[in-house]
Nanobody
Framework: QVQLVESGGGLVQAGGSLRLSCQAS????????VGWYRQAPGKEREFVAD????????NYKDSVEGRFTISRDNAKNTVYLQMNSLKPEDTAVYYC???????????WGQGTQVTVSS
């Protein structure tokens, strides 16, 4: 079984930066893509960004493109989300997720809280 563990969340002022990490551990399996989702209080979980584990192609939610950067370190089994120019509306619990089958995020981490104060 593969486990995902997120870290790096916290409290930051608007305009600040945070870097989230998602480390995979456990049984070796084929992973197609790793993504970041977020869920704000009272709202549905939404896609933020994802990256191909092999080729590195990326996708971003429109509102974060240019501010957030997703990257991977295959040797460390870790995916990062660098978040710059943070806004209060970025406040949410951020989840890391992985695809063991193309197009299906079926492994999820426990989440890490990001709070951006105005």
């Amino acid at each position: 079984q593969v486990q995902l563990v997120e870290s790096g969340g916290g409290l930051v002022q608007a305009g600040g930066s945070l870097r989230l990490s998602c480390q995979a551990s456990g049984r070796a399996v084929t992973i197609y893509r790793v993504g970041w989702y977020r869920q704000a209080p009272g709202k549905e979980r939404e896609f933020v960004a994802d990256i191909s584990w092999s080729g590195g192609s990326t996708n971003y939610k429109d509102s974060v493109e240019g501010r957030f950067t997703i990257s991977r370190d295959n040797a460390k089994n870790t995916v990062y989300l660098q978040m710059n120019s943070l806004k209060p509306e970025d406040t949410a619990v951020y989840y890391c997720a992985a695809q063991r089958r193309p197009g299906v995020y079926d492994i999820w981490g426990q989440g890490t809280q990001v709070t951006v104060s105005s």
